[in-house]
């Protein structure tokens, strides 16, 4: 379809097209030749006109990754958004429509499209996403609103031409340190269809002295120039590495046709000093086609001193220095201004001692050179043989020059030096298979461990086919040069008879006595592993894994082990302990008339006493028979009928004493 667009009335020169200058006019609009439109316009723009007609697209954005919130106040966004370390705001003030000013986080499923995942956004229109916002996806390309607002005549000489709709967010701050900067993206509907035209929607960070002199200066500067940013200076054509086009493919995330890639707005200040700034963004020429800055959250700061560490040695812990081991790095970087000399003070806490617990002492502070923008100073812990757990060691700092903000300390834990130690793991046995892993692992000392084995192999793990039994040593050591730490582990082959095992005999004791529960394993593969249990009884084995256990049972009791040889074969057996009374018994007369019946002194039970003693005396207390091992043998020779008194120490301990009396003729 072929389409005429003619204008009435005010005669419109070339110059007032290009530069979209407002008129009274009546406009039509013919297709076909068959269908005429007439409208009437007042107050509006020719460039307004031209999109609406020459198929700019549509006002309409949906399923935008951009999201944007308009609820905060202008306080909030600036000391909960934008604000970092070291910059104390204060008169926070904002001129401008409502709906120009936001927060917005980056989208793009979570990946920020602009290189900024956060922060304050200002637009020439509005934030909110009704369709005219920079909520993508960019699908027109000529989005945006006239939100009506005045515009600024500081803009107005940035444009050199008139502004409108400015959105202008200023404040007083006071730096604690020697510059201050912060990142943005400056992005805009008239990329690129506009630029060539001359149409540049404007945008200026503005700062100036309070108490110090500093008339207004804009920061907003192309990188390592003096030249501000606009839309006619980055782009496309002009400073293109700058530039990111989001029309070409259309961006999903963000609106605007294109933007620039992060900025950073940075100036030298003073110290403790009050300066204010303005940051501010307009349309210029016109009112419609939008533009819109991205401050990125917490990016408003100011240079700073930043502590880490690094550990020359570790283990899991890479912040974890082992005393007499290694080093431990302090890094002191500051940023800003380093032409001039600057001095930190350094705080220490935590329970290590500076100075005792490593050397050398930290000292109290930091000294940077001119020009200088990194301090190394490197300590050692002292090996004290002492186990005293996990010290600490917290740096901090504070600030004794007047251009230096901490914003960062650094902790290093000291631990004890342990012992190297080896673990081959236990014996084996190749039973069908053709060969065995053997896996090593160290302990103690600092990482990382090296490994030697006997074989020749220098891995943790070795695979082995011996031909017959074999014992494998492995060698651990350490980068400190610890003792070496070693280990055995023995790789059996099995021999051609079957498992088989003997259990020590069953017993019949007294109470008190001790006994031994034995197995003796052969045939089979070693190793072999034993499993005692208590099947009957009270009494438990105390080392249920061993071949041999010795216990004092306090009941009758039967124990049963199992036997398991290297490949997998079983045994089983079981031992059963039975306890007599063993009281020794004295008598109270015995006949030793040599009719065969009580002719001797017995004492019943004496038998499980071995090695006990026995002493007669008459009744004036003479001894007249004495027996060191007495065995139930006496028969009286020697000695008249009569009562005697004995005295029976036995080998347990105690001792029996009473009357016996001797009657030879009954």
Same mark, same amino acid.
């Given at each position: 379809m072929e389409t005429e667009i003619g204008f009435f009335g005010d005669e419109i020169e070339k110059n007032d097209f290009s530069l979209g200058k407002q008129v009274d006019s009546i406009i039509f609009v013919k297709a076909n030749t068959s269908f005429r439109i007439l409208f009437t316009m007042k107050q509006t723009y020719i460039r307004l006109l031209l999109c609406a007609f020459l198929a700019c697209g549509s006002y309409t954005a949906s399923r935008a990754q951009l999201t944007t919130d308009n609820t905060y106040t202008p306080t909030q966004l600036v000391q909960d958004v934008l604000l970092g370390s070291g910059i104390q705001a204060f008169n926070i003030t904002y001129t401008g429509a409502p709906q120009?000013?936001? =927060? =917005?986080? *980056? +989208? %793009? !499923?979570?990946?920020?499209?602009?290189?900024?995942?956060?922060?304050?956004?200002?637009?020439?229109?509005?934030?909110?996403? !009704?369709? !005219? +916002?920079?909520?993508?996806? !960019? /699908?027109?390309? @000529?989005? *945006?609103?006239? /939100?009506?607002?005045? @515009?600024? #005549?500081?803009?107005?000489?940035?444009?050199?031409?008139s502004t409108f709709n400015a959105a202008i967010l200023e404040f007083d701050f006071i730096p604690l340190s020697d510059s201050v900067k912060f990142n943005y993206s400056f992005g805009s509907e008239e990329y690129m269809e506009w630029i060539a035209g001359g149409f540049a929607d404007v945008f200026a960070f503005v700062l100036s002295g309070v108490t110090v002199a500093l008339s207004p200066t804009n920061i907003a500067l192309i990188p390592n120039t003096t030249t501000a940013v606009t839309a006619l200076n980055v782009n496309a054509n002009i400073n293109s590495q700058y530039y990111v086009d989001n029309e070409n493919p259309p961006g999903t995330a963000v609106q605007y046709d294109g933007f620039t890639t992060v900025l950073q707005a940075i100036y030298p200040v003073q110290c403790g000093e009050t300066y204010h700034i303005r940051l501010a963004i307009a349309d210029a020429l016109d009112g419609i086609v939008d533009a819109g800055v991205f401050l990125e959250a917490g990016s408003f700061t100011t240079g700073a001193i930043n502590v880490s560490s690094e550990i020359s040695y570790g283990g899991p812990n890479d912040s974890t220095l082992f005393e007499g081991c290694g080093q431990a790095c302090l890094i002191f970087a500051r940023q800003g201004n380093l032409s001039a000399a600057d001095t930190v003070q350094l705080n220490f806490t935590g329970s290590a001692i500076n100075g005792g617990d490593f050397i050398p002492a930290i000292p109290n502070q930091v000294i940077f050179q001119p020009g200088q923008d990194t301090v190394v100073i490197c300590i050692s812990a002292v090996q004290d043989l002492i186990t005293e757990g996990l010290d600490t060691l917290n740096i901090s700092t504070t600030v004794s020059g007047p251009c230096v903000q901490s914003v960062s300390g650094a902790t290093i834990y000291i631990g004890d030096f342990l012992p190297l130690t080896a673990n081959a793991g236990p014996d084996t046995a190749l039973c069908s298979a053709n060969s065995? #892993?053997?896996?090593? /692992? +160290?302990?103690? +000392?600092?990482?990382?461990?090296?490994?030697?084995w006997s074989t020749g192999d220098t891995t943790q793990s070795i695979v082995v086919s011996p031909s017959q039994t074999t014992s494998y040593i492995v060698e651990i050591t350490d980068p400190c040069g610890s003792p070496i730490g070693y280990d055995t582990v023995t790789v059996y082959l099995p021999s051609n008879d079957p498992l088989s095992i003997i259990v020590s005999p069953d017993y019949e004791i007294c109470e008190g006595d001790p006994v031994i529960l034995d197995v003796t394993a052969s045939g089979g593969s070693s190793p072999y592993t034993y499993s005692w249990t208590?099947?009957? @009884? /009270?009494?438990?084995?105390? %080392?249920?894994?061993?071949?041999? %256990?010795?216990?004092?049972p306090t009941s009758n009791g039967t124990f049963l082990v199992l036997v398991e040889e290297g490949c997998g074969a079983t045994r089983l057996d079981s031992i059963t302990v039975i306890l007599d009374g063993c009281d020794v018994i004295p008598p109270n007369v015995f006949t030793p008339n040599g009719d065969g019946t009580n002719d001797v002194l017995v004492f019943q039970g004496l038998d499980d006493f071995p090695g006990s003693r026995l002493y007669l005396y008459n009744r004036w207390g003479n001894k007249i028979y004495e027996n060191t091992d007495y065995t139930n043998n006496w028969n009286g020779d020697g000695v008249s009928d009569g009562t005697y008194y004995y005295v029976l120490d036995l080998s347990d301990g105690r001792s029996l004493h009473g009357f016996v009396m001797i009657l030879k003729d009954k």
């Open positions: 120009a000013l936001g =927060f =917005f986080s *980056g +989208g %793009n !499923n979570g990946t920020p499209a602009l290189g900024i995942d956060s922060g304050v956004v200002m637009t020439t229109g509005t934030v909110l996403n !009704n369709g !005219n +916002g920079p909520q993508g996806p !960019n /699908n027109s390309t @000529g989005s *945006g609103e006239d /939100n009506l607002a005045p @515009g600024d #005549t500081y803009l107005d000489g940035v444009a050199n031409a065995v #892993t053997i896996t090593a /692992n +160290g302990g103690g +000392g600092v990482q990382p461990y090296t490994y030697s208590t099947v009957s @009884g /009270n009494d438990l084995v105390a %080392n249920p894994n061993q071949p041999t %256990n010795q216990l004092v």
